[in-house]
């Protein structure tokens, strides 16, 4: 028999996706299926990178520019001005999406056994991205009890060794929503300067940051240009998931000249989905206003309702739409999987994604879950019923 890698044993299961046979054997019995698991937003995309689509005459799918199209990039350093970033086109490399932003920045400064420090809990696939690139990830530790807050900064500088290659932060947090204040990210990058670390921000939910917060990105105004990695993606910002764009952004030359190789190395960013993105960056402002406000009352609404339960602790989050609930249950692995394969309520149930994936640290967030407020309220209304009744009883049986 042929050998796999120890490496590919030793890739996780996404913990966002790991359940979908279990789901999909319960809609073939019939039941509804509440996905609360997945950042899939039911928010329509906007026309205008539809209609680019459609209304396009192409003869010849052809390959494009590596770093992707010149045109792509102009306008997004256009997005990124509006945003209080300065970079130019050279500064972005178009990729299929934020995670191969993340692979790329990975491959480019480390190498095995190296070391990134991220704060935990974190993106479940930054463990998949880590493990491909033989990387090691330091935890930073943040707990539900302080909704999730930063220990001191001066906790990242402790777990600085000759391996490290750079600090990963996710701003606003995935699964978490945590958001980063000015000051953290002025000590963050004070900490990355000294030690001539990169910082890596992962920005692909900039816009969704509530409560008259203000997004706080690395690349803005921080003296970070030869540190800042930005992670971006088209994603969650205009509901555009499957069209798989995304960038990663630095002023470092050398880092760019470097992703550059590994981007060569793919041939090209999808070519329809360029064109599809660089139309989404003309979105009027007044969808981003409706959204905002959709996610905001969704948010209020889930973390409300969830308090109603007994037992059940939530942090509230900033910004993204997740948040971590921690659940009365003694395995919320166990759970997640007994509420597709042995509950529904009037034949529906939900989808949640176990937290134990979302961090490294063996045995913490075992009865966590991430629960994605991309549905509509009332579906999120009829989700945390399910919930309810299931945790009674779950823990009746
Ligand atoms: C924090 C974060 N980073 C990166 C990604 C990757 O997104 P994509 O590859 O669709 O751009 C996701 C997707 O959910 C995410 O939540």
């Given at each position: 028999?042929?050998?796999?890698?120890?490496?590919?044993?030793?890739?996780?299961?996404?913990?966002?996706?790991?359940?979908?046979?279990?789901?999909e054997d319960a809609k073939k019995r019939g039941i509804e299926v509440f996905h609360l698991n997945i950042g899939q937003p039911d928010i329509n995309t906007p026309q205008i990178a539809l209609d680019a689509i459609k209304n396009n005459t192409i003869?010849?799918?052809?390959?494009?520019?590596?770093?992707?199209?010149?045109?792509?990039?102009?306008?997004?350093?256009?997005?990124?001005?509006?945003?209080?970033?300065?970079?130019?086109?050279?500064?972005?490399?178009?990729?299929?999406?934020?995670?191969?932003?993340?692979?790329?920045?990975?491959?480019?400064?480390?190498?095995?056994?190296?070391?990134?420090?991220?704060?935990?809990?974190?993106?479940?696939?930054?463990?998949?991205?880590?493990?491909?690139?033989?990387?090691?990830i330091v935890p930073v530790i943040s707990k539900i009890e302080n909704n999730f807050a930063l220990p001191p900064i001066s906790e990242f500088e402790k777990l600085i060794t000759p391996k490290t290659k750079a600090i990963l932060i996710c701003n606003?947090?995935?699964?978490?929503?945590?958001?980063?204040?000015?000051?953290?990210?002025?000590?963050?990058?004070?900490?990355?300067?000294?030690?001539?670390?990169?910082?890596?921000?992962?920005?692909?939910?900039?816009?969704?940051?509530?409560?008259?917060?203000?997004?706080?990105?690395?690349?803005?105004?921080?003296?970070?240009?030869?540190?800042?990695i930005i992670i971006d993606s088209v994603s969650k910002r205009y509901s555009m998931c499957g069209a798989r764009i995304g960038c990663l952004v630095s002023k470092n030359k050398e880092l760019i000249q470097t992703a550059l190789k590994f981007a060569?190395?793919?041939?090209?960013?999808?070519?329809?989905?360029?064109?599809?993105?660089?139309?989404?960056?003309?979105?009027?402002?007044?969808?981003?206003?409706?959204?905002?406000?959709?996610?905001?009352?969704?948010?209020?609404?889930?973390?409300?309702?969830?308090?109603?339960?007994?037992?059940?602790?939530?942090?509230?989050?900033?910004?993204?739409?997740?948040?971590?609930?921690?659940?009365?249950?003694?395995?919320?692995?166990?759970?997640?999987?007994?509420?597709?394969?042995?509950?529904?309520?009037?034949?529906?149930?939900?989808?949640?994604?176990?937290?134990?994936?979302?961090?490294?640290?063996?045995?913490?967030?075992?009865?966590?879950?991430?629960?994605?407020?991309?549905?509509?309220?009332?579906?999120?209304?009829?989700?945390?019923?399910?919930?309810?009744?299931?945790?009674?009883?779950?823990?009746?049986?």
């Amino acid at each position: 028999m042929p050998i796999i890698s120890t490496k590919g044993k030793n890739m996780p299961e996404s913990p966002i996706r790991k359940l979908v046979p279990y789901a999909e054997d319960a809609k073939k019995r019939g039941i509804e299926v509440f996905h609360l698991n997945i950042g899939q937003p039911d928010i329509n995309t906007p026309q205008i990178a539809l209609d680019a689509i459609k209304n396009n005459t192409i003869k010849v799918l052809a390959y494009s520019r590596s770093e992707g199209s010149e045109e792509y990039r102009t306008k997004i350093a256009a997005y990124y001005a509006k945003n209080n970033i300065d970079v130019t086109a050279s500064d972005i490399i178009v990729t299929t999406g934020g995670s191969e932003a993340l692979l790329f920045a990975m491959g480019s400064i480390t190498d095995p056994n190296d070391e990134i420090i991220i704060p935990e809990p974190f993106y479940a696939n930054y463990i998949g991205f880590s493990t491909a690139s033989g990387v090691k990830i330091v935890p930073v530790i943040s707990k539900i009890e302080n909704n999730f807050a930063l220990p001191p900064i001066s906790e990242f500088e402790k777990l600085i060794t000759p391996k490290t290659k750079a600090i990963l932060i996710c701003n606003p947090g995935n699964p978490t929503g945590y958001l980063y204040s000015k000051e953290e990210i002025e000590k963050l990058a004070e900490i990355v300067k000294k030690h001539n670390l990169f910082l890596i921000a992962d920005e692909v939910y900039r816009e969704f940051v509530y409560d008259n917060e203000q997004h706080q990105s690395i690349l803005s105004g921080f003296g970070l240009d030869n540190h800042a990695i930005i992670i971006d993606s088209v994603s969650k910002r205009y509901s555009m998931c499957g069209a798989r764009i995304g960038c990663l952004v630095s002023k470092n030359k050398e880092l760019i000249q470097t992703a550059l190789k590994f981007a060569q190395a793919r041939l090209s960013p999808p070519t329809f989905a360029q064109i599809a993105s660089e139309a989404a960056l003309d979105t009027p402002q007044s969808y981003f206003d409706e959204v905002i406000v959709e996610y905001k009352g969704r948010r209020d609404l889930l973390i409300q309702e969830l308090n109603k339960i007994e037992g059940v602790k939530v942090a509230n989050p900033k910004g993204a739409f997740y948040c971590v609930a921690e659940l009365p249950v003694d395995n919320a692995d166990k759970f997640a999987q007994w509420l597709l394969e042995d509950f529904n309520l009037n034949n529906q149930t939900v989808m949640v994604a176990p937290c134990a994936g979302f961090y490294s640290t063996p045995g913490i967030g075992t009865n966590q879950v991430r629960i994605a407020y991309v549905l509509k309220k009332e579906d999120l209304i009829k989700s945390v019923e399910i919930l309810k009744l299931a945790i009674e009883t779950y823990n009746n049986n």
